[in-house]
């Protein structure tokens, strides 16, 4: 099975090769030079594959399509405000070689030859000599690969580029040039004359539709800003008089050349180029603009064809009573947490959070707030956010803080972008707390809840046999007995009591202090405070499978198996009952995972 | 704490309301009687939350922002080609009143005054003598309400409309209008007055951001296509000869309207309503276009500015071996799952499909296709598909199909938005199943591998007790002695075997056929093979805590716990062995369920 996309690319290859209409470009000598029958056809994707069809290799001028890309090279580089001082950014209404500036002396916008020379000379004006240099390593890195020069079609467009040597002087009298006007020119040329192939143009598009990311080197080449303005202008006018109807048919930010490339670039999605010298009369690849059409339309990827529903972004919200963390806690901890754990609320989000999501969720949070004392938000399905989701998300918290409510997110790190996007630098959190694991947030909720309503009293003292749950129902007497056989043992805090791989000899019963169950790897199991068993499984098991380590200071009863195992002889129905108290409590802990597995793969 | 957007707009208003820049139109008598300090705005979210500030209730006439949905009526009614070629789409660079029309005698685009008259007229000529009613109506759809007439501003609008007549006049000569010209300005001029506020365009803009659906009502009132090119021309001709300024600055499409309204609609965002008096010199209200402004600024809410990480789309990627279904199989079952489960592929999903997602999930199944016999797609948290997404898919499945695979898809109802899309009427599926559970989804394809694999034999055959796995390690003479105080049961299918809430008094050795332990909800929590016990817990609870059904002819021995008793207390250590056996079944189905909770709660 090959991926779809590839054998509709093929369809259409195959579809418009036949179609011979339109006539290479001749207004200058070396383009007529063009092998009329080219045609290729790339579309990259945005997380980097791209996909080739016909003569997708074959070199060509990349002409005007350069406009879009130095017109980015300046806002980038020069700043947004300098170069719309000097350039408009309005249809002009007229062909692309007019030499009519708008009324206050501007071009009309940086798709006409006025309003590219005008780039090109805002580039010389700042770096001088290297301008072309400049340009035609931004292209490359566009591109993700070093581009060539056709010395040939440069010198054929300086010799016989009047028109545009005369756009220049008019420029130059209305001081929107101020270099040298054949350096400036120099520049134009040159960069018109930089050879693409159909794939490096698929790749250009594909960094302007991936936010200004190369998506196969990775290379941040422009900012988004630069990205949206630019494809405000491909927008607009990329497509010289035919921009109106090519928004409303195909609905695709795109640029042509007289080369017969057409790069499109729709946002977050792809980046097509097409390759095929034949033009029709206002100046755009014949075949070109059928592949574009019919990617558009058999799609359905017009740009404004869009929907969402935002109330998906919410996955799941419930409170800690009905999901608490993994930590086994003693009874008097799940007494205060029964009673309490439902001002802990958890809402779990998914997708990608836009501007309605996060509005949506904070209507959400705002209906819910006087509840919710601990408010935990994770986010650990949600890939990223934008500058429009992280300003409503600051002001959110900073409503629910003032509110007095505690706000945990979960389920990022710090420093990933998801991480930048929420912590962002100008972002000031008040009352916020950071958890890796969505878990350790719950647990830490709470211990909040248990510490403020007296629960970490129960901590200090010492439990008794008789309050061990493996052991309920026992008489005095073998509680005694048990007492006499069992060795007592103290560790302090981070001590390993049990090893994971060791034989499992003995069972421990705790009576003061907390232990925590991990695998090898680090990752906590379960914690067990005073009144639990741990290292119980030797009832059952030969070997241990998880380490144990002390978090505070311990005191514990340890049962040795040998020991039990004389005890058993005695008393053969108490050992019974302590195996059935063992399942009992298997009984239990494998109801909450089950109850568990059902909530979490409800979604 | 109160939704931050709600903050924002009212800021908003608070600064510009203080802007007491710009006129109030004065073409038309009636106009000028507009209070200029009035200021509303009000922003309404594609899931039916409606901001409003200030003034946001108070009436005034739709004027040109009324051609906007004219537009689209005329294309959901008539057809796009009808509607085309009559008028153009492309910017006119003239005034909104100009009388010029393109080179074949079309209007420009709808959002002149000539495009508008022609629009009217086709509706005219579609209605007769109901035209406006339909109009009327249709405004009141898009508001999500019935609006009133200003019949003043409609008198003064007729009145004094000489430059309209004379276009309407000329549009007849090249028979763009049919109709008789009166008929059609009456028609024109009264849908300019219809009232409307700053909460109703907001709505209405609303509509068009969510794809023709009115978020509050509910009613689809044209179809995706329409918004799409509604959307076009408001983007290219939408703010008058101010139409590149606003792609490039706000990137909203948009409509203003000399009554001083805007209406700004973002797709899959949101539906924004202003009303300011006071125009600028392009017609703009000054303090309405100072809110899309910082709207947009504020948000980076700019159209083209979107990014986005397809790799986020597939959220787990395993196979039925790493997590088999819930079923509990026997022995010879597992046997084989053990072999070959691995070639059940769970793919699931995550965030709405479009044309990138699934494009990169094509290409992932392109990539893993020779290995995988049986394909699972769990769709549960996917919200929508779009037109490329569902195209994709279907050939991608076709391609799959051809390679030999079985393809599953899970997590959604056929009937649901989501079904349509991927179950819609033109897409032919081959070999394609489809379960709402996805651990229905990997039993049926376990299934399918154990009756491949020859696994079904088994369960025609008998188990004898000494392979049940809660007696292991009984001698003959204990299993002979259970077997005489069992007794042998029989079931035929559907029988429910064991209630929930009755007292649990037996256990049950299956021995043949299959049942199945559901809630009274009908939730199936195990299937029960040969081998297995059920009704087991009766050795630690004392009520039945589910229903358990026989989904086949069964054979079992049941054991009653009174005979168990007196079996005890001749064989106290095989009591605590049986017990023992329990225990180390539960310890197993805990760290199954531990283990998915862990692989579940991953993402």
Not at 13 to 30: K, L, M, N, R, W
Not at 61 to 85: M, N
Not at 221 to 245: C, F, K, N, W
């Amino acid at each position: 099975m090959h991926p779809p996309l590839r054998g509709f690319l093929r369809r259409c290859h195959e579809q418009f090769v036949t179609d011979d209409s339109g006539a290479v470009a001749d207004y200058i000598p070396e383009l007529t030079r063009a092998n009329p029958g080219h045609f290729g056809v790339s579309l990259a994707t945005i997380d980097g594959y791209v996909y080739e069809v016909g003569d997708s290799a074959s070199p060509f001028t990349i002409q005007s399509i350069s406009k879009a890309f130095v017109f980015a090279l300046a806002l980038e580089t020069l700043g947004h405000e300098r170069v719309e001082s000097v350039i408009g950014v309005e249809p002009s209404g007229e062909a692309f070689n007019s030499i009519r500036l708008t009324g206050d002396n501007k071009p009309f916008n940086p798709m006409v030859n006025a309003g590219a020379i005008a780039c090109s000379g805002l580039i010389h004006q700042h770096e001088g000599d290297g301008a072309f240099d400049v340009i035609h390593r931004m292209l490359g890195r566009f591109a993700g690969r070093e581009l060539d020069v056709d010395e040939a079609v440069f010198a054929s467009e300086r010799a016989t580029g009047d028109r545009n040597r005369a756009i220049a002087w008019l420029l130059r009298n209305y001081s929107v040039l101020r270099d040298d006007v054949d350096a400036v020119l120099d520049v134009y040329f040159r960069q018109c004359a930089v050879l693409v192939t159909a794939r490096d143009l698929a790749v250009m598009a594909a960094t302007l539709a991936n936010n200004g990311c190369n998506p196969l080197t990775g290379d941040q080449i422009v900012s988004p800003y630069v990205v949206a303005r630019t494809l405000s202008v491909m927008t607009s006018s990329g497509m010289y008089d035919y921009a109106g109807e090519w928004i409303y048919r195909v609905g695709i930010p795109a640029k042509s050349g007289v080369g017969g490339g057409i790069i499109a670039a729709l946002p977050a999605q792809l980046g097509l180029g097409t390759f095929s010298p034949r033009l029709d009369s206002h100046g755009n690849s014949v075949r070109g603009l059928k592949v574009c059409e019919a990617l558009s339309a058999h799609f359905g990827l017009h740009l404004l064809n869009r929907s969402d529903d935002v109330r998906t972004c919410i996955i799941r919200d419930y409170n800690a009573a009905a999901v608490p963390s993994r930590r086994n806690r003693p009874t008097f901890e799940l007494k205060i947490l029964q009673q309490h754990a439902s001002a802990i609320r958890v809402i779990e989000l998914v997708g990608a959070l836009s501007f309605a999501v996060m509005d949506y969720v904070s209507r959400r949070l705002a209906g819910a707030a006087p509840q919710a004392a601990l408010l935990i938000l994770d986010f650990r399905r949600v890939p990223s956010a934008t500058t429009a989701a992280s300003r409503l998300f600051e002001e959110a918290l900073a409503g629910l803080a003032a509110d007095g409510a505690t706000i945990i997110v979960a389920g990022f790190e710090k420093e990933s972008r998801l991480g930048q996007a929420i912590f962002g630098e100008d972002i000031v959190l008040p009352k916020l707390r950071h958890f890796l694991l969505l878990d350790d947030a719950i647990e830490w909720a709470e211990d909040q809840l248990i510490y403020r309503y007296g629960g970490f009293e129960g901590l200090a003292k010492t439990i008794h046999l008789s309050e061990q749950e493996l052991l309920a129902r026992l008489t005095s007497d073998e509680l005694d007995y048990i007492t006499a056989i069992g060795v007592a043992r103290s560790f302090k805090t981070g001590d390993r009591i049990i090893a994971a791989g060791e034989p499992a000899d003995s069972l421990f019963f705790l009576q003061s202090g907390m232990v925590s169950v991990k695998l090898p790897s680090g990752a906590r199991l379960a914690s067990i405070s005073p009144g639990m068993a741990f290292g119980e499984m030797a009832l059952i098991e030969r070997e241990r499978s998880a380490d144990v380590w002390a978090d505070t200071m311990v005191q514990c009863l340890e049962l040795p198996l040998s020991a039990y195992a004389t005890f058993r002889k005695s008393h053969p129905e108490t050992g019974e009952l302590i195996m059935r108290n063992l399942a009992s409590l298997l009984s239990k802990r494998l109801m909450l995972a089950n109850a568990k597995v059902n909530l979490l793969s409800a979604y």
